[in-house]
């Protein structure tokens, strides 16, 4: 049997079928539920300063990787690309840059909401201009940070082969002292040591709840800041562990250094199943916003949607009656001004 070939890799229908269906289901709620968040947030970024800023930026993230499943769909029904290598490779490097800001913004949740609790004299006054400067930079630091995805990816120019995308793309041999290196630099910074972070924050944060001589007020916000942060810690579990246990593997796969046929298709249908798991966290960060903030519940409930629509119908109003008044006023003036 020959390595690489159909059968020993893996890709075979019912993974792409896999893919294209998972990406179906997350496409619709991921889409509507991330445009709600980010209105929800837009309302209330006034009332709070308890990580709205880096809510708005995960979402963002997530809807940018929402956007993006559509052409993934469409490549793994059709199996052939068509719209040119430079789109393949920037919405392949897209998928790892949503991914890791999504992973970053989590973090920062955590740490956000932990500070706020265990230390509110300090940072309850936090301008929320150092969230915007922190969340700039973060962006800056997972677009660099992502870039050896699509570099160690073979283009077509280089495969001869002008129709084929994302898991489909071949990986370009490395030194393997230095693909360890990098694979063992891309797991610690980008998985587990955020996850050692929201561990903390999460272990902290039970501590305190076990002081002697809580006032009930701060006891009540210390529980809403654990369910958060532990809620930040299941979804980075379920969404993105399954990714980083298999990443190492599938580059052995797609680099050949992994030989047996079973072993193979055994890494790549698992590594499938891991990277649908990490799309699907774009549809499980509403939830996270839903169950654990109230001000986001609060904007949801019938009343104050009902309230938000019509004060946006009354601003909406009174801009035409300004406006159109604006317009009687000139009409009147014109003729006084000719004598």
């Known amino acids: 049997m020959v390595v690489g070939g159909d059968e020993c890799n893996g890709e075979n229908d019912f993974s792409k079928r896999f893919y294209a269906i998972m990406y179906t289901i997350i496409l619709v ?30 979402a963002v993230a997530d809807l940018a990787q929402v956007l993006s499943l559509p052409l993934r769909i469409f490549y793994y029904l059709s199996e052939s690309w068509h719209l040119g290598r430079g789109v393949c490779m920037f919405c392949f490097y897209l998928k790892y840059v949503n991914m890791y800001a999504s992973i970053f913004f989590l973090v920062c949740i955590s740490v956000r909401r932990f500070l706020f609790v265990m230390y509110p004299f300090k940072f309850s006054d936090c301008k ?24 160690l990816r073979l283009t077509s120019n280089e495969t001869h ?19 360890i290196v990098m694979m063992t630099i891309g797991e610690l910074v980008g998985f ?22 809580l006032v009930p007020q701060d006891l009540g916000e210390k ?25 190492p593997l599938d580059y052995l796969v797609k680099a050949n250094r992994i030989k047996d046929c079973y072993s193979r298709k055994v890494i790549l249908i698992f590594h499938a199943v891991a990277l649908c798991l990490a799309s699907l966290n774009s549809c499980v960060d509403p939830v996270i916003y839903y169950f654990t903030t109230d001000e986001f519940r609060r904007r949801l409930s019938r009343q104050d949607l009902q309230d938000s629509i019509q004060l ?11 406006t159109q008044g604006g317009a009687i006023e000139d009409a009147m003036e014109k003729p006084n001004s000719t004598h």
């Open 29 to 58: 709620p991921g889409l509507i539920w991330n445009i709600l968040a980010l209105w929800v947030f837009y309302g209330y970024m006034k009332e709070t300063k308890r990580a709205v800023i880096f809510m708005m930026n995960l």
């Open 128 to 151: 929320r201009i150092y969230d915007i400067y922190i969340s700039l930079a973060g962006w800056v630091v997972v677009c660099l940070g992502c870039l050896p995805f699509p570099l």
């Open 161 to 179: 082969t002008n129709n084929k995308c994302f898991v489909d793309l071949p990986v370009k041999t490395v030194d393997g002292t230095i693909s």
């Open 192 to 213: 587990v040591t955020p996850l050692l972070i929201i561990l903390y924050c999460s272990w902290k944060t039970v501590l305190s709840l076990k002081e002697k001589n």
């Open 223 to 247: 529980q809403k800041a654990l369910k958060m942060i532990l809620t930040c810690a299941v979804v980075f579990l379920i969404c993105f562990a399954p990714y980083h246990v298999s990443f």
């Open 312 to 322: 946006h119908n009354r601003r909406y109003g009174n801009q035409v009656d300004s």
